[in-house]
């Protein structure tokens, strides 16, 4: 008997630079490389390394100059040839492969927001996520689903319908959903994904958002990428899913292309939060989790909330941010910085700098490993603009930055921007905001502030 012969695998070819193409744009098709097989030349173009090379495409599709090109080795060219005369066996395994996934990814479909709450009350950042949904599944020509877990929850359906939803999974039974507890929000999440089979779930970088996708990702065997800036869908479904990598040095698109369904969560205040469209409607589906309270075996005793200090700030929910960073020179000057914020109406905020020489406290900090803000007016003074302070407030409405230095790099997103010293420019728009709000006439019973904020 003749053991039958095993078909062959087609090749998938190498990269190739193609000569006089390259312009130097960065390094972009070496940072792509699983393989580390590119590696960059002082003339900034790169050298591909074909024996390491695994044919996976990724430097072709991330040259921005088509420079980059793929081609058959002579021994895959042999292969490629040995295929052809067997018939295309080869050919039919690989098209079998790439129709059982595209079968796989196909039954998911429909985006979903998680509508996270703590006692009714909603997290702001799930209504921001309905927004960027919204546009993911008009782009995807699929429903947006809010995702309502709790006990007595209901009315949070008609929240997210204002917000943009199509629809709503409801899962409302006390006491096992009264509080968020690991295990129980889990079950619940997994139960609906299987019944309903999502392609794309958002959450919030909050910590319970953080905390149940996890555990969601690891349960259904997929992937997740945290604290997106920006999110987006290309024509295979995939969700192209951006954030800062390698210590904020670069921005990242990430994708899951071979899993559903796709999940990602974006801190707060990252994505704008979409008009509320009062007496939006949608459907509710009710959906009955068996999961019992006696399986869970963490228990809420008691809910002890954060005491309100004096000192506590909310930095990433306010409007009007005067930050500073390593120019105020000493903790003594922030006060400077709270008089401005002061008449503006606002708080004030830092760089990792400044509270990393103990003038600021950690919760004012903006940046990557701050807080993510998106005020109407930022005003950056003595702050130089790192990378990794930018991906937490160039979102802002208006960005006015002081700085010494006409080269520094918070100049590239202020909307207006002063050179000089910020120990004589702070004072002097504090004292002209003084002296507006005390020529503004107060006829209608207006403060002048508020007349000047208007
Ligand atoms: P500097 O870069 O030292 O800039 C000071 C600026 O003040 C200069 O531009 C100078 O020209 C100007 N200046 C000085 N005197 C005056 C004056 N009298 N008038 C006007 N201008 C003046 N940073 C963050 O802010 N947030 C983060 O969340 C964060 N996360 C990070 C995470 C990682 C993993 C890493 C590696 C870094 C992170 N950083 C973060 C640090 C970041 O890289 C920068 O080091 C930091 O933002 C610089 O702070 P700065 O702009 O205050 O200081």
């Not at 095993?6 to 960065?26: E, H, S, V």
Request: hydrophobic letters at 40%; one cysteine or more; charged letters at 25%.
């Amino acid at each position: 008997m003749t053991e039958a012969k095993k078909p062959l695998k087609k090749p998938r070819g190498k990269a190739c630079l193609i000569a006089g193409k390259c312009i130097a744009c960065g390094a972009r098709c070496e940072s792509s490389c699983p393989v580390n097989a590119i590696e960059m030349e002082d003339a900034g173009e790169p050298q591909i390394i074909v024996e390491k090379c695994i044919g996976c495409v990724k430097c072709v599709k991330v040259c921005p100059a088509q420079a980059i090109d793929m081609f058959f080795t002579p021994e895959e060219q042999k292969i490629l040839d040995e295929i052809m005369t067997q018939g295309g066996g080869a050919v039919e395994e690989i098209d079998a492969e790439a129709a059982a996934l595209a079968r796989k990814l196909a039954a998911y479909r429909g985006v979903w927001v998680l509508v996270e709450q703590t006692e009714g009350e909603a997290a702001k950042v799930s209504w921001e996520l309905l927004g960027k949904g919204r546009e993911l599944a008009d782009a995807l020509q699929v429903p947006l689903s809010a995702v309502v877990i709790g006990a007595g929850v209901e009315f949070l359906c008609h929240d997210a319908f204002a917000y943009g939803a199509d629809q709503a999974y409801l899962v409302d039974a006390a006491p096992v959903f009264r509080f968020y507890r690991t295990e129980a929000y889990l079950k619940a999440v997994c139960h609906l994904i299987d019944n309903f089979k999502p392609e794309i779930i958002l959450m919030g970088a909050t910590g319970l958002g953080r905390d149940l996708a996890g555990a969601v990702a690891t349960v259904v065997g997929t992937g997740l990428t945290a604290d997106c800036t920006g999110l987006g869908v290309d024509d295979k479904r995939n969700l192209m899913q951006t954030r800062p990598a390698f210590g904020g040095n670069i921005m990242a698109t990430i994708m899951c292309d071979k899993f559903r369904p796709q999940m990602a969560t974006v801190r707060p205040h990252v994505m704008p939060m979409h008009e509320r469209r009062e007496g939006a409607c949608g459907e509710i589906v009710r959906v009955d989790c068996p999961v019992r309270e006696e399986e869970i075996l963490t228990k809420v005793i008691e809910i002890i909330r954060d005491k309100q200090g004096k000192d506590q700030v909310d930095v990433a929910g306010a409007e009007f941010i005067v930050s500073g960073g390593r120019g105020l020179m000493g903790k003594e000057n922030f006060a400077m910085l709270q008089e401005l914020a002061d008449e503006l109406g606002g708080v004030v905020g830092a760089s990792r700098s400044a509270v990393d020489a103990g003038w600021m406290p950690a919760e004012r900090q903006v940046g990557q490993t701050g807080k993510t803000v998106r005020p109407k007016i930022y005003i950056a003074c003595g702050i130089s603009g790192a990378i990794q302070h930018l991906v937490g407030m160039q979102d802002s409405d208006v960005i006015i930055a002081i700085n010494r230095d006409k080269e520094a790099p918070i100049f590239e997103v202020a909307t207006y921007g002063i050179v000089g010293d910020l120990f004589r420019i702070v004072p002097a728009i504090t004292g002209r905001l003084r002296e507006l709000k005390q020529e503004v006439p107060d006829n209608s019973g207006c403060t002048g502030k508020r007349a000047i904020n208007a």
